[in-house]
């Protein structure tokens, strides 16, 4: 394997693929870059800063929060995500309890809680 010469999609600059970021991407499972160190930079900048919509209203600020109660043990809770009311929706402390009692690291049950992690 040898470094590879690429031409960044955004400014049209070529920048070195190197060896050793060449084996990162593979293990990580990650594709070829198709924008320069420059490019990539600026664009995590500007999704990090809220400079474009994603779907459901992400990068865009403040996230909105629901009040819901929690399925399980009744406490008050916030939660990033509607509730759509066909599954119970639980408080990070039964959440995590539910997650704790699954061998496999799977929601049990399909259950929703603010400990989620986007």
Known sequence: MADQT???TDCGKQFTFTESEQEFYRSKG???PGRCPDCRAARKAQR?????????G???????MY?????????????PFQPRGDRPVYCSDC???QQGGSSSGSRSGGSRSGSRRY
Do not use: D, H, I, P
């Not at 990090?48 to 459901?56: K, Q």
């Open 6 to 8: 690429l031409t960044c």
């Open 95 to 97: 959440f995590r309890a």
């Open 67 to 79: 009040q819901v109660v929690c399925a399980q043990c009744g406490k008050n809770t916030e939660v």
């Open 30 to 32: 990650f594709s070829t």
């Open 48 to 56: 990090e800063s809220g400079g474009y919509g994603r779907g459901g």
């Open 58 to 64: 992400y990068g865009a600020g403040e996230r909105q």
